[in-house]
């Protein structure tokens, strides 16, 4: 099973902490945190820009869609980028196309503009996010397990965050958002600039096919399947949910906090406290029958704004688990270089994103608000059917002895003295 529960050099769950981590892997945490927050920031300026810059609601979904095409495109080739020009160098780069990729957004006067410039957003943030998790798992203490935590607390915390501040920003102006993310950004670039040292780090040269190559792995096919279908209900609930609920900026973020604090808690606590009891296929075979219920319930309710904010926080407790459990699952279900393995299911999910924010417009205006999150529960039992005929390639994932769960519990709550 896990190599990374095993290369703890002895060390046994009563005496680590996943807390307790050098500097360099907390500079990287942190600019995880703001990267993902561009995820959600732009969620409660979306009614905003469309009436802002005159963009029908598909246009203004093409936010969501031209920063998830690139991003996903873009994973096939970072791992051969930063193969070459090394981790660090890598996550500045990425960092640095934010930076001006934001600014642009902030500074454009057409959704056009916006579309476009968010597109080369999602090239430096593929670039960093899929070196920034093989970068985490590498360096912190405490093994693969430890640092996967580490890694879904700055994701969540930053998908929290993000449309907290999108709304409070977003409140002042459309623009305001983007020129937070400079800002932060900006910070976070320092912030791996000085912290993060590098001086001894092997470069291995690898293929620009790996990648692809990867895909032919079975796990890791039936994981990225998993993990497209998955993505669509994912970001149906994300970026389609601001328009039935009708609310301000301020609503909206406010509402989207409450999500990705509940998204937070589960992939941080609840997840590891689950996988102790059941097996990672189970877990998800689980969650994401309950994740297409709570889809179905939205539907249901869409007309309510009450009842569809109750469906998205708890979307976001089932969310949290998926998320936790699939990078886990994709981290230990082959042999292949965790940055090869990260950029091709990193690619496949990020391309199912991407097509669901326009398509849910588009069947809303169409068929009614309730058809997308139809669809959304539709997509994630495909993902569950995909889990269930694939289970026997991803033995290797269930193959978890005790001690190793156990330890990553204890990691978790934090039982080292």
């Not at 509402?255 to 997840?271: I, M």
Request: charged fraction near 10%; aromatic fraction near 8%; glycine fraction near 10%.
């Amino acid at each position: 099973m896990s190599t990374g529960a095993k290369s703890t050099g002895g060390t046994t769950a009563g005496r680590v902490n996943v807390w307790r981590q050098p500097a360099p892997v907390w500079a990287v945490a942190f600019a995880c945190v703001v990267a993902f927050m561009g995820i959600g920031l732009v969620d409660p300026i979306l009614p905003a820009i469309a009436e802002s810059l005159q963009a029908t609601p598909v246009e203004t979904e093409l936010l969501f869609t031209s920063y998830l095409v690139v991003t996903g495109l873009a994973m096939l080739v970072t791992s051969w980028v930063s193969s070459r020009i090394g981790a660090k160098r890598t996550l500045l780069i990425g960092l640095a196309l934010i930076v001006v990729f934001a600014l642009l957004c902030a500074v454009s006067g057409s959704v056009e503009a916006v579309i476009g410039f968010r597109a080369g957003w999602g090239l430096g943030n593929a670039l960093f996010i899929s070196t920034a998790l093989a970068t985490i798992v590498g360096a912190a203490s405490g093994g693969s397990a430890a640092a996967i935590i580490l890694y879904e607390a700055a994701l969540g915390l930053g998908i929290a965050i993000g449309p907290l501040l999108g709304g409070i920003l977003g409140e002042i102006s459309w623009r305001g958002p983007f020129f937070g993310v400079v800002a932060l950004m900006a910070i976070a670039f320092v912030a791996i600039l000085v912290l993060l040292k590098m001086p001894d780090e092997k470069r291995t040269p690898i293929p620009l096919s790996a990648p692809l190559r990867a895909l032919r792995t079975p796990a890791l096919a039936v994981l990225a399947i998993t993990a497209l279908f998955y993505n669509i209900g994912f970001f149906v609930l994300l970026a389609f949910s601001p328009f039935p609920l009708g609310f301000g900026a301020m609503g909206i973020g406010l509402t989207f906090f409450g999500w990705g604090v509940a998204l937070a808690v589960t992939s941080v606590w609840v997840a590891p406290i689950l996988l102790r009891r059941m097996r990672r296929t189970t877990a998800m075979l689980v969650v994401l029958p309950l994740l297409a219920l709570d889809l179905i319930a939205a539907a249901l309710v869409v007309a309510d704004p009450a009842g569809l904010v109750a469906c998205i926080i708890v979307g976001g407790l089932l969310l949290g688990l998926m998320n936790t459990i699939l990078t886990e699952s994709v981290m230990e279900a082959t042999d292949l270089p965790r940055s090869v393995a990260s950029s091709a299911y990193s690619a496949v999910r990020f391309l199912g994103g991407a097509a669901a924010p326009p398509l849910a417009a588009l069947l809303w205006h169409a068929y009614g608000a309730a058809v997308p999150f139809v669809f959304a529960a539709a997509s994630v039992l495909v993902a569950a059917a995909t889990l269930l005929i694939g289970r026997k390639a991803l033995r290797r994932i269930d193959e978890a002895e005790a001690s190793e769960a156990d330890e990553a519990a204890a990691i978790l709550v934090g039982d080292a003295a």
